[in-house]
């Protein structure tokens, strides 16, 4: 049935995706980009892909970069000036939403009325500005919060820092405005329903993907000599932001247990370190280096920047086991890529990550964030590493993003004809009467 809210057969024409404190061009891995990076740009492509136009709103962080970028055919990334362009935290950008605001408020009164059929927002900060566009343009408002400030502070690493009031409150605010929240998983539901209240009528679970073009199994010998790693290493890999709430420090301890366990394992043992310092990691950026160091395994620790996905696929076919012993993950996009390059998984059973990894078929879920748990657990998987590694590519073709963007497109749809069937009221836009919903004006 057409979505009586968008023209033509149901879908809409073109999308505001607002992405205010990190752009899709980012490398993930550093700073404040990852998986929300990844998931804008494969989502993006896919909508353009299926004759959607994508228009990315992100924050200007350099005066060099041009006002707009094509990132690919039908997906446009607008670079918004809003406060300085360098030496701003994340936790300062709230103080330049106004001004991000303005600004995508002005590109599109440029257009004629209606030139986009729906806001996809990314984050609380991107919600905020996504619900004034929305009663601005009567469009539907979706919403991706990607993180929760409430479950992260439920599960904080010890030293970090809880998320401040201020976005807890920002978060209740879009919970309440949005038309359609997008949750990774079930759990990820339940959590926007029990700590936020909300409509659960209005919460869709869609499952983010994983390229399966890009991220294959391989030849792990081929991958291992272009790293210079031997044959019969024992390698155990990190991918991602460097900071507390990644808990790469329970990996290093992992390590450190397992050569004390098997002092001979030491000529064979690597653990791969592929990031970058990021969020409260910043504070030390060097502490993991000097925690390897103080465990006594500098010499068989190797860290390495952020790859782009061709090389990050290496990296996961060179490795033995990936270890993802995060504090908190909407879902774990690295799990996924892992485990379509045919590595099996040890995480954290926290999160979405029970939903991105099976237990014992593709990787083993471990409770807490001991790291004699750890070493337990990834021993398991060396003991049976061909078994878990065929379950791994089994389920993580389970995931695609050509099936995320089909439930996304539904969810914009049915977005849509929910607002069409609201009763509306008027509001004023340049000198003109227009249809606004839930907004009463004077007249």
Not at 57 to 71: C, G, Q, W, Y
Not at 235 to 250: E, S, T
Not at 295 to 312: A, M, T
Not at 337 to 353: H, I, R, Y
Request: charged letters at 20%; glycine letters at 10%.
């Amino acid at each position: 049935m057409p979505a009586r809210g968008f023209p033509g057969p149901g879908l809409p024409r073109r999308v505001a995706t607002l992405s205010v404190h990190t752009s899709p061009l980012d490398q993930p891995g550093a700073g404040d980009a990852g998986g929300m990076n990844v998931y804008i740009v494969e989502t993006s492509r896919r909508l353009a892909e299926r004759g959607i136009a994508v228009d990315v709103f992100t924050r200007a962080t350099s005066s060099d970069l041009p006002p707009v970028v094509e990132m690919s055919p039908g997906v446009t990334v607008r670079h918004v000036s809003a406060g300085p362009f360098e030496g701003l935290g994340k936790e300062e950008l709230p103080a330049q939403l106004c001004a991000f605001t303005a600004a995508v408020l002005r590109e599109e009164a440029q257009h004629e009325p209606g030139f986009y059929d729906v806001v996809h927002s990314h984050y609380w900060l991107s919600g905020q500005v996504g619900y004034l566009a929305r009663d601005r343009w009567s469009v539907p408002l979706v919403h991706t919060a990607h993180t929760l400030a409430k479950v992260k502070n439920e599960a904080l690493a010890a030293g970090d820092r809880p998320e401040p009031r201020s976005r807890v409150i920002g978060e209740e605010q879009v919970v309440a405005e949005a038309d359609r929240l997008i949750a990774n998983t079930d759990e990820e539901a339940r959590q926007l329903v029990r700590l936020y209240g909300a409509d659960p009528s209005r919460t869709l679970v869609v499952p983010p993907g994983v390229d399966l073009d890009r991220f294959t199994p391989g030849s792990r010998t081929a991958a291992r000599r272009a790293a210079g790693i031997p044959d019969d290493a024992v390698v155990l890999l990190f991918v991602g932001r460097i900071q507390p709430l990644k808990a790469p420090d329970v990996l290093l301890g992992t390590a450190a247990r397992m050569l004390a366990d098997d002092p001979a394992l030491r000529d064979r043992l690597q653990v791969h370190v592929v990031g970058a310092p990021s969020g409260t990691g910043l504070d030390a950026p060097r502490q993991l280096e000097q925690l390897a160091a103080e465990l006594g395994i500098g010499d068989v620790v190797r860290f390495h920047p952020p790859q782009p996905p061709e090389r990050l696929a290496d990296f996961y076919r060179a490795a033995d086991v990936t270890v993802v012993p995060s504090h908190n993950e909407s879902f774990g996009l690295v799990a996924l890529e892992s485990q379509a390059c045919g590595t099996p998984v040890v995480a954290a059973a926290v999160g979405g990550l029970p939903t991105a990894v099976r237990h014992d078929v593709s990787g083993v879920l471990v409770p807490g964030h001991d790291p004699a748990d750890y070493a337990v657990a990834v021993r398991a998987v060396l003991s049976r590493r061909e078994l878990l590694a065929a379950g791994a590519r089994r389920h993580a073709g389970r995931f695609s993003w050509d099936r995320t963007v089909d439930a996304l497109v539904d969810g914009y749809a049915a977005a849509a004809r929910d607002m069409a069937a609201t009763p509306v009221r008027t509001a004023r836009r340049g000198g003109a009467l227009r249809a606004l919903p839930g907004i009463s004006v004077a007249r």
